[in-house]
């Protein structure tokens, strides 16, 4: 009439600009009717003072999960694109790393564990998991900036601050915290290991010298108690240990082996030159004719066991008794069904001569032991001959590598690394623990087969007046019998996979052994 437009005060003409106004506010997430106004074209992920508080509480969770999911993403959808495209970038090159130590696992291991135990490779990844770590606490900061929690509700705004730290625990606290693993390892590895490069199989097996050590204080140095030689099959990983009886005489060292001019006629001294003796007294006396050996004493017993089994020893690995019952508990005890009662205490005091206190039994039957019963259980001596021991020796060895899991590995990685750092002491390299993992692995498909020097697969008298010769062609005929086997479990298995039931306690006789000697029920055992 006056010539204005009805609408030129801003307000709706009728109910079809009423409903139009009604979707452009739904659009942009007006979802609270205290926030109808008019339209205004901003995107809530953005701009949230425009938003309601519904559409705000979705937008904070829907940031914070793509934090957590995808780290960047909520930068880059927010407006902060530089920092979330960096972030994508780093995601990208996280996931092609998990990929290719996924397909590592599958198909070949031993470049993944060299990567992780080398000592550089194994710094920079300690630097980039905390890279990781700071970087995602750093973007949860951001993110929580972003969602701006001074517009939430206040219930809202308590529970999205909660989900914050909680996430940041989570994730960079669990970064954080496999750093600090990759750092136990690295220094655990560091300790133990040797350097140098890996050494090659002799006839397609590693041969590896395996002592118990004591050093008690009752004792002038340490003495190897137990003696054993594991041989590994360098392709199916089927181990077979070769015990070595601490008074075996004689001991004849190979033409190479500097032992071999101090005692060209073998360690035949006296009464006193039995094979435990060889380590303390080449540790007094002959240490120089091994000049580059950290351990002269561990390597001419590798010369001894060499010309007593006539195969060729390439490393050793001492475990000292004295820390054995930490180790033990490490891996949260051994299970052994144990044959016969066996003492804890006993024995003969070397000062008095008068017979020790027994405080307990170890009893018959199955018996799931920690540190302290599994190192009674391999070293008690009353009521045992020197050949039982040796029997529990070989079932506690079993049932360790039974026990040596996976998942005891992982959740029990600290206590096993700071235990071996102070019970293991060996010369196999760093360099070669790719493969050998590869070897555990594959050994664990098969039984462990085992053989002595001794009774019972000879009589009492043999380690006083060993046939070296006869020796030499059981071992071989043990190893060969061994090596038979995995052909035949690969032609049987599909695809020429090695199958075998699981770790036992199989025990190839040789057809030409002399007499055997009967263990008493003392040294009988198995490993469930």
Not at 476 to 487: P, Y
Request: hydrophobic residues 40%.
């Amino acid at each position: 009439m006056n010539g204005h437009h009805p609408r030129a005060h801003g307000v709706p003409a009728g109910p079809r600009a009423a409903d139009d106004h009604a979707t452009v506010s739904a659009q942009r997430g007006l979802d609270d009717a205290e926030h109808a106004g008019p339209p205004r074209l901003t995107d809530p992920l953005r701009h949230p003072q425009h938003a309601g508080a519904g559409t705000r509480a979705r937008r904070a969770w829907t940031l914070l999960l793509s934090t957590l999911v995808v780290p960047g993403s909520a930068q880059l959808v927010a407006g902060r694109r530089a920092t979330g495209r960096a972030a994508l970038r780093v995601d990208v090159v996280v996931w092609a790393a998990l990929l290719l130590a996924g397909l590592s696992v599958l198909l070949w291991r031993t470049p993944l564990v060299w990567f992780l135990t080398n000592s550089v490779t194994s710094l920079l990844l300690i630097a980039g998991l905390l890279a990781l770590a700071l970087g995602w606490a750093v973007l949860f900061f951001d993110t929580l900036r972003l969602i701006r929690p001074g517009l939430l509700a206040r219930r809202t705004r308590r529970a999205v601050a909660a989900a914050t730290v909680a996430l940041m625990l989570v994730t960079s606290g669990g970064l954080a915290y496999s750093a600090y693993l990759v750092s136990v390892a690295r220094g655990a590895v560091g300790e133990v290991f040797g350097g140098g490069l890996p050494f090659r199989p002799s006839e397609g097996r590693y041969n590896i010298l395996l002592m118990g050590g004591d050093s008690g204080e009752d004792r002038s140095g340490r003495r190897p108690d137990s003696m054993s030689v594991l041989s590994v099959d360098a392709d199916t990983g089927h181990t077979v240990t070769i015990s070595l009886p601490r008074n075996l005489q004689n001991v004849p060292f190979p033409e190479d082996s500097p032992m071999a001019e101090v005692y060209p006629e073998g360690f035949n001294c006296g009464d006193e030159c039995i094979l435990n003796a060889l380590y303390t007294d080449v540790t007094n006396n002959y240490a120089e004719l091994y000049p580059d050996a950290a351990d002269p004493g561990a390597e001419a017993m590798k010369d001894a066991a060499e010309g007593a089994l006539g195969i060729e020893v390439q490393a050793y690995a001492l475990i000292d008794m004295s820390g054995f019952e930490q180790l033990v508990d490490a891996l949260g005890g051994i299970t052994v069904d144990v044959g016969g009662r066996v003492p804890i205490g006993g024995g003969t005091d070397m000062v008095t001569g008068l017979p020790n206190e027994i405080f307990g039994y170890i009893e018959p039957g199955v018996q799931h032991m920690d540190g302290y019963h599994a190192l009674w259980y391999a070293r008690s001596r009353e009521g045992a001959t020197d050949y039982d021991r040796q029997a529990r020796q070989r079932c506690v060895q079993a049932a360790m590598l039974k026990q040596l899991n996976p998942v005891n590995v992982i959740t029990r990685f600290q206590e096993l690394a700071q235990s071996g750092t102070e019970v293991v002491q060996t010369d196999i390299p760093q360099s070669q623990i790719g493969s050998f993992v590869n070897l555990a692995l594959k050994a664990k498909e098969h039984e462990l087969e085992q053989f002595a020097a001794g009774p019972p697969f000879y009589d009492q008298s043999f380690p006083t007046y060993p046939d070296y010769e006869q020796l030499h062609a059981d071992v071989d005929r043990v190893l060969e019998e061994a090596t038979g086997r995995d052909a035949q479990d690969a032609e049987a298995a599909p695809g020429g996979t090695a199958v075998g039931p699981g770790l036992g306690m199989a025990v190839p006789v040789p057809a030409a052994l002399v007499t055997a000697q009967e263990l008493t029920p003392n040294g009988t055992c198995s490993v469930p």
